[in-house]
C-alpha cells in the first residue's frame, strides 16, 4: 500500500516543488511569490521502487483566528492527520526561522513520523542553514535541491526506514495480517469485475460563484479553503470520492475572469490549470451565483465546454438566499435556453453548500450527462431516423439541384459524433446542419452533451478518372 506523504512547512520554501519533483510532472502551481498553494492537493508519486500518495499544503502561519491563512492552517492541520509520514521543508539558504521552530513543536506533538528537509541546498550555499536544524529537535536534516533534483537518494533511504518502521509496527499489532488461507482459494472462481472508469467532474465559474463550498457540501467535509474574499482557490485540485457506489473524481478549479482583467501571473497560471481541467473533464458543473447567472463570461466559460466536447450541467448556488424561488427558476431557465442555445436541454438544478439543498439533484444530473455523453445509438435506428426527418423537412437545393442524405452512422462517443453521407455535402448550409443537430438531440434523448455531425460527400462513380 502507498505510503502516504504530506509535505509541510512555512510559505516558499519549495513545498510544490517538492511534490511536482516526486510526482514526476508539473501539477501543483509553484511561483517566488509565497503562499501560492492554499488548499490540500493529493496525487500518486514515486521514490525508486516506493509508491507514495503525496499530499502538497498550505505554507504555516501561526495564527489561530477566522482569517484566510488559519483557514489554509487548518488544512494543513487535517493533512497531518491522515499522512503516515511528514516531509518538514525549511530553507536551508535562510536557515531556521521562529516559525520554523513553532512548527517543528506542533509536528513533535503530532506523534506522527517528521523526515526533516533541507531544501534548496544546490552547492554550497545552504551549508549554514543546515547545521541549524539540529535545534529543532527533529533528527538529521536530509539537504536536497528539489528544484534541481539533488539528494533524493538520501530522502528515499529515510522514507525507506519509515516504511520498514511501520510495516514492522503493523506486523505486531497483526502477527496473521497477510496469510493466505488456501481453504478460502476457488480456482474456478471467476476473477472480479474491471470498475468502470471513474466520471471526472470539474466545476467552474467565476470566482466567488460558490465552488469550493458546493464540493465541501459534497464531501460533508471541509476539504476546501472556504471564506467571503474572492479567489481563495488557485490551483486545480482532484479529490477522489464515491457517490451510490460509482467512481466520482471531483475537481475544484479556480474562478475564470475576463481575459482583459487577469494581470498578474499566477492568475494566468490559475487561468491556464482550469481550462485544462475543462478540457480533461468528462462533464463541467458550470457553478453561477443566482443573483449574477447566465453574464457574459458565464455564457463564455460555456462555449468552451462545448466546444471542447465536454458535457455541461448548470448549478445556481445559493439558493437559500432565493426571495421567490418559483418565479426565479422560470427567468433563470428562460435565459439559459435564450442564452446557450447551443446547449438545449442542459440541466439546471439550484442547490445550496450551506443547506446541503438539491445535492442529489446535481448528481443525477451529472450523471445522466456523463450517461448521454457516452451513448450509442444503432446504424439502423439512425436511418430510420434521417429518412423521417428528411420527409418532414427536405434538404435545400442551392443552384437548383437539391441536397441528398444517403447514409449515417455513429462514428465515436464522449461526445457522440456522427458522419453524414450526403451529394454535395460541402454546400449543406449551417441551418440545416443545426436542424438535424436539434432533431437528433430530442429523437435520442441526448440533452446537455454537444454533439458533433461531420458531412461527408461520396465518391462520384461516373467522374472522369485519370
Given at each position: 500500500?502507498?505510503?502516504?506523504?504530506?509535505?509541510?512547512?512555512?510559505p516558499?520554501?519549495?513545498?510544490?516543488t517538492?511534490?511536482n519533483?516526486?510526482?514526476?510532472r508539473?501539477?501543483?502551481?509553484?511561483?517566488?511569490?509565497?503562499?501560492?498553494?492554499?488548499?490540500?492537493?493529493?496525487?500518486?508519486?514515486?521514490?525508486?521502487d516506493?509508491?507514495?500518495?503525496?499530499?502538497d499544503?498550505a505554507g504555516?502561519?501561526?495564527?489561530?483566528?477566522?482569517s484566510?491563512?488559519?483557514?489554509?492552517?487548518?488544512?494543513?492541520?487535517?493533512?497531518?492527520?491522515?499522512a503516515?509520514?511528514?516531509?518538514?521543508?525549511?530553507?536551508?539558504?535562510?536557515?531556521v526561522?521562529?516559525?520554523?521552530?513553532r512548527?517543528?513543536?506542533?509536528?513533535r506533538?503530532?506523534g506522527?513520523p517528521?523526515?526533516?528537509?533541507?531544501n534548496?541546498?544546490e552547492?554550497?550555499?545552504g551549508?549554514?542553514g543546515?547545521?541549524?536544524?539540529?535545534?529543532?529537535?527533529l533528527?538529521?536534516?536530509?539537504?536536497?535541491?528539489?528544484?534541481?533534483?539533488?539528494?533524493?537518494?538520501?530522502?528515499?533511504?529515510a522514507?525507506?526506514r519509515v516504511?520498514?518502521?511501520?510495516?514492522?509496527?503493523?506486523?505486531?499489532?497483526?502477527?496473521?495480517?497477510?496469510?493466505?488461507d488456501d481453504?478460502?482459494f476457488?480456482p474456478?472462481?471467476?476473477p472480479?469485475?474491471?470498475p468502470?472508469r471513474?466520471?471526472?467532474?470539474a466545476?467552474?465559474g467565476?470566482?466567488?460563484?460558490?465552488?469550493?463550498?458546493?464540493?465541501?457540501?459534497l464531501?460533508?467535509?471541509?476539504r476546501?479553503?472556504?471564506g467571503?474574499e474572492?479567489?481563495?482557490?488557485?490551483d486545480?485540485?482532484?479529490?477522489s470520492?464515491?457517490?451510490?457506489?460509482r467512481?466520482?473524481?471531483l475537481?475544484?478549479t479556480?474562478g475564470?475572469?475576463?481575459?482583459?482583467r487577469?494581470?498578474?501571473?499566477?492568475?494566468?497560471?490559475?487561468?491556464?490549470?482550469?481550462?485544462?481541467?475543462?478540457?480533461?473533464?468528462?462533464?463541467?458543473v458550470l457553478?453561477m451565483?443566482?443573483?449574477e447567472?447566465?453574464?457574459?463570461?458565464?455564457?463564455?466559460?460555456?462555449n468552451l465546454a462545448?466546444?471542447?466536447?465536454?458535457?455541461?450541467?448548470?448549478?445556481i448556488?445559493?439558493w437559500?438566499?432565493?426571495?421567490?424561488?418559483?418565479d426565479?427558476?422560470?427567468?433563470?431557465?428562460?435565459?439559459?435556453?435564450?442564452?446557450?442555445?447551443?446547449?438545449r436541454?442542459?440541466?439546471?438544478?439550484t442547490v445550496s453548500?450551506?443547506t446541503?439543498?438539491?445535492?442529489d439533484?446535481?448528481?443525477?444530473?451529472?450523471?445522466?450527462v456523463h450517461?448521454?455523453w457516452?451513448?450509442?445509438?444503432?446504424?439502423?435506428?439512425?436511418?430510420d431516423?434521417?429518412?423521417y426527418v428528411?420527409?418532414?423537412?427536405?434538404?435545400?437545393a442551392?443552384?437548383?439541384?437539391?441536397?441528398?442524405?444517403?447514409?449515417m452512422a455513429?462514428?465515436?462517443?464522449?461526445?457522440p459524433?456522427f458522419v453524414?453521407?450526403a451529394?454535395?455535402?460541402e454546400?449543406?448550409?449551417d441551418?440545416?446542419?443545426?436542424?438535424?443537430?436539434?432533431e437528433?438531440?430530442?429523437?435520442?434523448?441526448?440533452?446537455?452533451?454537444p454533439?458533433?455531425?461531420?458531412l461527408r460527400?461520396?465518391?462520384?462513380?461516373?467522374a472522369e478518372?485519370?
Amino acid at each position: 500500500m502507498p505510503l502516504t506523504v504530506a509535505i509541510v512547512g512555512r510559505p516558499n520554501v519549495g513545498k510544490s516543488t517538492l511534490f511536482n519533483r516526486l510526482a514526476g510532472r508539473k501539477i501543483a502551481l509553484v511561483d517566488d511569490q509565497p503562499g501560492v498553494t492554499r488548499d490540500r492537493k493529493e496525487t500518486s508519486g514515486r521514490i525508486g521502487d516506493m509508491d507514495l500518495t503525496l499530499v502538497d499544503t498550505a505554507g504555516f502561519e501561526d495564527v489561530s483566528d477566522s482569517s484566510l491563512e488559519a483557514r489554509m492552517r487548518r488544512q494543513t492541520e487535517l493533512a497531518i492527520e491522515a499522512a503516515d509520514v511528514c516531509l518538514f521543508v525549511y530553507d536551508a539558504r535562510e536557515g531556521v526561522t521562529s516559525l520554523d521552530e513553532r512548527f517543528g513543536q506542533i509536528l513533535r506533538r503530532s506523534g506522527k513520523p517528521v523526515i526533516l528537509i533541507a531544501n534548496k541546498c544546490e552547492g554550497r550555499q545552504g551549508d549554514g542553514g543546515l547545521m541549524e536544524a539540529w535545534r529543532l529537535g527533529l533528527g538529521e536534516p536530509a539537504a536536497l535541491s528539489a528544484e534541481h533534483g539533488e539528494g533524493m537518494g538520501e530522502l528515499y533511504e529515510a522514507l525507506l526506514r519509515v516504511e520498514v518502521k511501520l510495516e514492522g509496527a503493523a506486523g505486531l499489532e497483526d502477527p496473521g495480517q497477510g496469510e493466505a488461507d488456501d481453504e478460502d482459494f476457488d480456482p474456478d472462481a471467476e476473477p472480479p469485475a474491471v470498475p468502470d472508469r471513474p466520471i471526472r467532474l470539474a466545476f467552474v465559474g467565476r470566482p466567488n460563484a460558490g465552488k469550493s463550498t458546493l464540493l465541501n457540501a459534497l464531501l460533508e467535509d471541509d476539504r476546501f479553503v472556504t471564506g467571503p474574499e474572492a479567489g481563495i482557490t488557485r490551483d486545480s485540485v482532484t479529490v477522489s470520492w464515491s457517490w451510490r457506489g460509482r467512481d466520482i473524481r471531483l475537481v475544484d478549479t479556480a474562478g475564470l475572469r475576463k481575459r482583459s482583467r487577469v494581470q498578474d501571473r499566477l492568475e494566468r497560471m490559475s487561468t491556464s490549470e482550469t481550462i485544462h481541467s475543462i478540457r480533461f473533464a468528462d462533464v463541467v458543473v458550470l457553478v453561477m451565483d443566482l443573483r449574477e447567472a447566465f453574464e457574459k463570461q458565464d455564457l463564455q466559460i460555456a462555449n468552451l465546454a462545448l466546444r471542447e466536447g465536454r458535457g455541461l450541467v448548470f448549478a445556481i448556488t445559493k439558493w437559500d438566499l432565493a426571495e421567490a424561488p418559483g418565479d426565479l427558476r422560470r427567468e433563470l431557465d428562460a435565459r439559459a435556453a435564450d442564452s446557450v442555445p447551443q446547449a438545449r436541454g442542459s440541466p439546471l438544478v439550484t442547490v445550496s453548500g450551506e443547506t446541503r439543498r438539491g445535492l442529489d439533484k446535481l448528481m443525477d444530473a451529472c450523471l445522466k450527462v456523463h450517461k448521454d455523453w457516452s451513448a450509442r445509438v444503432k446504424t439502423r435506428d439512425l436511418n430510420d431516423w434521417l429518412q423521417y426527418v428528411t420527409q418532414k423537412h427536405p434538404p435545400p437545393a442551392p443552384g437548383g439541384r437539391r441536397i441528398k442524405p444517403r447514409y449515417m452512422a455513429q462514428m465515436k462517443t464522449r461526445p457522440p459524433t456522427f458522419v453524414l453521407m450526403a451529394s454535395r455535402a460541402e454546400e449543406m448550409p449551417d441551418t440545416y446542419r443545426r436542424y438535424l443537430i436539434n432533431e437528433l438531440r430530442e429523437a435520442f434523448d441526448l440533452p446537455g452533451v454537444p454533439i458533433r455531425l461531420v458531412l461527408r460527400q461520396g465518391k462520384n462513380p461516373f467522374a472522369e478518372k485519370d
